[in-house]
């Protein structure tokens, strides 16, 4: 294997592969920052010129597109608190507190490393033990799956301390939210209440931008509702003082700091490239699975939420380390995992490559450029984004009188973008106000995301149980995968519960 | 100094238009505005890299820009939806399989008719193929429909949307033999094929060239095909009639403009269309990526595909209890 490597050298190194891939991390991380916009819809426009494109130059390029757009989602999730791609949703909680405290210039650098980080893992893997690891994503089925989803929502619905019934009732919201549109069984409408630019369903991203966005423009904007919101417009005082006296000098990230943020870090690794392989489960999922778990088996659980460096780490981390493992499903079965690997096996299929088993054996020498070049990538985005974020900290602390209006825009703007639908333009200024209400009745927002994206997976898995099973529930507990993750769900609750106990 | 200069873009520009005008002035014609094909599905799919096949080397033979949007939202009836409120110039048109534009108007409120929609070009024929794990029981048709008889109700079958192109063939097939099978709806083909691969489900229905790699690596066992004639890609597998069940359902891939644009707007669409994909880079992009577009046919043929497509579904949507 490592011969072959060195074989493919010369075609990954060569000098106008390098450009493109330098190209491609600048126009990601350009892309993932702007929200709504992602590498993704970047992938999408250039595939016809992939069939021009030299082979191994064509895959620098979307690889760099999509590396720099899973980094460059979490610029504007810390510095404005608008996740970039869905995947930064999980980072904005901790990263938009940080930079309020007047750390972004930590925050994002504790982000670029561990997303690197995380990313390089998941391409190891990718390289070394895709085949392996394939086979045991297959084993999740939709018993298997359904078993992840509710171990998932209960980890992250209770992970607000103190706050576990409020946890539960907005992760129920967003399932709500995620029921309307089509029965996913049957195909009927439901719960569209007649309007037919319901039929659908409301998409992932106007709700994200909404609930976390539009609700930050709002609070911080509105003079109206100057009496409610007191208390949060002593804090944008108290924020406007600290943005004059900014001094980027004295907001590095330091050895210490770093090296606290590690364990959080591998975490979200490990998790990342878990949930990436497995097909379906998506980025957002693992970067809230790895702030959740990385909370658990952190020292100081209680910063999380206030701007723990550690909680960017572990969303980030988890996010990033979905970028190779995404493959592997593509690799070793043709099945497109994500929407990113679905344009990826696109691309290979213009080329002349058809995604499955036979995809390594017959193209050895372009598939092995192509994972030096995902490592590569991963160097290209830490220098460009080191060069970068000196910039992206003093535009994050621009006084919010002038980027409130600009927020509030680029949301809009790229919530159309994403689907070209106005529907989406009105679903996320009602997902605004929604998250305006939630949060001045104190509500968390991060469970109700979560119960958004993997409600309808969740469904999805219970229902397709139930007909394999012929409608009865003990099917549910026929598979050792998803009993394990029971009994992970009742341990963790027992767990934290006897220690939240302990302390108090 | 820059006045003469504006002067003379002001001229060439009026000639411009004067001259389009008076190429227009014999009937209702495409101008340069950009031309948008929408898509109702996800970008990456089999209809999505068609779709740019097409704008990549149509557009010098259309006259203008082809851009490709995909819309898959509201089930994909929001890209129906655009299609129809646009200007009727030609300048937005759909591309997509039976399932948008005939089954979800039959089975669903939808403010048109399946014949407001004028199909322009016939692009290729998707041969919906039945296929199981390469260790099953099941290898061929006989032994699925035997197993079938023997155990109503207990083989599981994964196909993507309910009366999706990959669903109806089964139903039908159903009727033909009155054999039962779990029918589970999944996202799509790549769903269905990790549950087949895990050994989640029994058998499960797509189009070939997803499943060629899986076929030819010993995976999975393609055995039957829902067509009149064999696959290209999968020459080794049987269709229905030739097995003895008189069931062949395949689905045409076309590209559409709403009734209301002009004929001539769409004829001349009709044939930029088929030109650029007669070209040598069009043929070459479509064989690398078995699009089939080896025999793209014209307004005639998609037209007459569209009404016997339509006459098939309704006759099948009649026939099951829908509510």
Redesign the interface.
């Known amino acids: 294997m490592v011969d072959l490597l060195i074989e493919a050298s010369a075609l990954a190194f060569h000098p106008y592969v390098l450009m493109y891939v330098f190209l491609g991390v600048l126009l990601g991380i350009t892309l993932g920052a702007i929200p709504g916009l992602s590498g ?1 819809m970047a992938i ?1 426009l250039l ?2 010129f992939v ?1 021009f494109l030299e082979p191994a130059m064509a895959m620098g390029l979307l690889v760099g597109i999509y590396k720099g757009g899973l980094f460059g989602g979490s610029i504007a999730a810390i510095s404005f608190g608008v996740p970039g791609t869905p995947g930064a949703a999980a980072t904005s909680i901790d990263g938009y507190q940080a930079k309020l405290k007047g750390k972004p210039s930590k925050a994002l650098h504790t982000a670029l490393y561990s997303s690197v980080i995380g990313d390089t893992t998941s391409d190891l893997v990718l390289i070394f033990i895709a085949v392996p690891l394939a086979a045991v ?7 298997e799956f359904f078993a992840l989803y509710a171990f998932s929502l209960i980890l992250i619905a209770a992970l607000s301390q103190g706050m576990v019934a409020k946890g539960l009732a907005v992760a129920a919201i967003g399932i709500l939210l995620a029921m309307i ?2 029965d ?4 009927a ?1 439901r719960l569209t209440f007649g309007m ?6 409301l ?1 992932l991203i106007p709700v994200l931008i909404g609930i976390f966005a539009i609700s930050e423009v709002v609070i911080q904007g509105s003079k109206l509702w100057r009496r409610k919101v007191d208390k949060l417009m002593d804090d944008v005082a108290e924020q406007a003082s600290l943005l004059q006296g900014y001094d980027i000098r004295k907001d590095k990230l330091t050895w210490p700091e770093f090296k606290a943020t590690l364990k959080a870090t591998y975490i979200g690794a490990a998790v990342g490239t878990f949930i990436g392989a497995l ?2 489960a998506g980025q957002s999922l693992a970067a809230f699975m790895s702030y959740g778990l990385a909370q658990r088996f952190s020292r100081k659980p209680e910063e999380f939420g206030k701007g723990s460096l550690e909680g960017i780490a572990s969303a980030e981390s988890g996010n990033s380390a979905t970028a190779g493992s995404t493959f592997i ?1 593509l690799f070793a ?5 994500s ?1 990113t690997a ?2 990826f ?2 691309a290979f ?4 490559m ?6 390594l054996t017959d193209n050895t020498e372009i598939i092995y450029a192509l994972f030096l070049t995902l490592i590569f990538a991963n160097l290209v985005n830490l220098v460009l984004g080191k060069f970068l974020l000196p910039y992206y900290s003093r535009i994050a602390m621009i006084q919010p009188g002038y980027m409130i209006p600009a927020v509030f825009i680029l949301a809009i703007v790229g919530t159309y973008a994403a ?3 106005v ?2 333009v009105w679903v996320l200024l009602f997902a605004g106000v929604l998250g305006v209400t939630l949060r001045l009745m104190s509500f968390p927002l991060a469970p109700l995301v979560l119960g958004f994206i993997i409600g309808p997976g969740a469904e ?1 898995a219970l229902r ?1 149980s139930m ?2 099973g ?1 409608g009865d529930w003990s099917v549910l507990i026929t598979s050792p995968i998803a009993i394990g993750f029971y009994v992970a769900a009742f341990a963790l609750i027992l767990l934290f519960t006897l220690a939240l106990r302990a302390k108090t | 100094m820059t006045l003469p200069y504006a002067k003379t873009a002001l001229a060439s520009a009026v000639l411009a238009l004067s001259a389009g005008a008076a190429l227009a002035s014999d009937g209702p014609s495409l101008g340069s505005d950009p031309i948008r094909i929408v898509m109702p599905y ?4 089999s209809t ?2 068609t779709a ?2 097409i ?2 080397n149509a557009a010098e033979h259309c006259g203008t820009r082809i851009d490709v ?10 890209g129906l ?2 299609v129809a409120d646009a200007e009727p110039d030609g300048h937005t048109i759909l591309m997509a399989d039976y399932s948008a534009t005939i089954t979800q108007t039959l089975t ?1 409120d939808t ?1 048109w008719e399946v014949e407001d929609w004028a199909p322009i070009v016939h692009l290729t024929d998707w041969k919906p193929t039945v296929y199981v794990k390469a260790d099953h029981d099941i290898q061929s048709i006989d032994d699925w429909i035997e197993m079938a008889e023997a155990n109503p109700g207990s083989l ?1 079958f994964g196909h993507a ?3 999706s192109l990959v669903h109806l063939p089964l139903v039908l097939l159903e009727q033909e033999t009155g054999i039962e099978n ?6 799509g083909g ?2 269905t ?3 087949i ?2 050994g ?2 029994d058998l499960g229905m797509t189009l070939p060239p ?5 076929v ?2 010993g ?1 999975v066992t393609a055995i039957g095909v829902f067509a009149d004639e064999r696959s290209d890609v999968l020459p080794d597998v049987p269709t229905f009639q030739e097995a003895g069940y008189d069931v062949s359902f395949e689905a045409p891939l076309l590209v559409y403009t709403f009734g209301t644009v002009p004929d001539e707007i769409q004829q001349q669409l009709s044939e930029c269309i088929m030109t650029g994909l007669a070209s040598d ?1 069009a043929q070459a ?1 479509g064989q ?3 699009a089939g577009l080896e025999n793209v046919q014209g307004r005639d043929s998609a037209r007459a595909v569209y009404e016997a497509t339509t006459e098939r579904v309704r006759d099948v949507v009649a026939s099951l209890d829908l509510d």
Not at chain 1, 184 to 187: A, K, L, Q, S
Request: aromatic share 4%; net charge negative; charged share 10%.
């Open positions: 993704d999408a595939l016809p069939f994503a297959l084993t999740f089925g939709p018993i549109g089509r996913p069984i049957t195909g409408s037919p630019g319901l039929s659908g369903g998409s097909p379906g499903p079965f043709g099945i497109p995992g929407a679905a344009l096996g696109a299929i213009l080329m002349g058809t995604p499955g088993p036979s995809l689907n070209n639908s529907v989406d999805r397709q007909i394999m012929g | 996800g970008a990456g799919g999505d890299i740019r096949i704008a990549a949007v995909s819309m898959p939202g509201a089930g994909g009836m929001e939806q655009f669903e403010p599981v949307d309910p009366l779990v029918h589970l709806p999944t996202t790549g769903e094929r990790t549950m691969l895990g989640h489900i997803s499943i060629v790699s899986n030819n690596s995976e880079t992009m690398q990526a078995s």
